[in-house]
């Protein structure tokens, strides 16, 4: 069974650094694209980007491009999120979840999400 | 960006009912679509892919269809573990793109 387990809820005061996790089992995580999606409280699903952790190729969309780093260790088939200076907007919950497909990898198992709260 | 235009945003229906839900592509998308489900607390969860392929162990009252630039979700009866929203999805190009959502609320 796929299982995406995301690190716990985190507070966090404007300008601080901050990198989330997701550990993936139950499937061979250098063979699938893995990737984050936001959802800004009250507000609907944003696709942020994705990496195939096999070769760490990694793929954002525009409006996260700077702003956030995905990454991934093969080692112990945990993907991350990071930012290096957070911001209020940065408040959201946040979505592993891994893609599947070769030409097209989309997303069908996602994790529990990581409530990301910035305030000061 | 392709844009993804869902509509309604909202809908209230009874149980029982037949409910269909449209997404319009602002280019065609092939049939590179998901529909996913959100309840309250949850995570999303993948009904279907490929605009028309049903994801292992989602109930068969739950199709789409479509391709191209114009797809729909469609609860043959729906039951009350149905009341959620729904977001659609292109993969076709990066970035990938969802639907504003539908919130499916009972009558």
């Known amino acids: 069974e796929v299982q995406l387990v995301q690190s716990g809820a985190e507070v966090k005061r404007p300008g601080e650094s901050l990198k989330i996790s997701c550990q993936a089992s139950?499937?061979?995580?250098?063979?699938?694209?893995i990737g984050w999606v936001r959802q800004m409280p009250g507000k609907g699903l944003e696709w942020m980007g994705i990496?195939?952790?096999?070769?760490?190729?990694?793929r954002y969309s525009p409006a996260f491009q700077g702003q956030v780093t995905i990454s991934a260790d093969k080692s112990i088939s945990t993907a991350y999120l990071q930012w290096s200076s957070l911001k209020a907007s940065d408040t959201a919950m946040y979505y592993c979840?891994?893609?599947?497909?070769?030409?097209?990898?989309?997303?069908?198992?996602w994790g529990q999400g990581t409530l990301v709260t910035v305030s000061s | 960006d392709i844009q993804m235009t869902q509509s309604p945003s909202s809908l209230s229906a009874s149980v029982g009912d037949r409910v269909t839900i449209t997404c319009r592509a602002s280019?065609?998308?092939?049939?590179?679509l998901g529909w996913y489900q959100e309840k309250p607390g949850k995570a999303p969860k993948r009904l279907i892919y490929?605009?028309?392929s049903l994801q292992s162990g989602v109930p068969s009252r739950f199709s789409g269809s479509g391709s191209g630039t114009e797809f729909t979700l469609t609860i043959s009866s729906l039951q009350p573990e149905d009341f959620a929203t729904y977001y659609c999805?292109?993969?076709?190009?990066?970035?990938?793109?969802f639907g504003q959502g539908t919130k499916l609320e009972i009558k």
């Open positions: 280019q065609g998308i092939r049939i590179d």
């Open positions: 490929a605009a028309s």
């Open positions: 139950g499937y061979v995580f250098t063979n699938y694209w």
């Open positions: 990496i195939y952790p096999d070769d760490s190729d990694t």
């Open positions: 999805l292109q993969y076709t190009s990066h970035p990938y793109t």
């Open positions: 979840a891994r893609h599947e497909g070769v030409a097209t990898p989309h997303p069908d198992s």
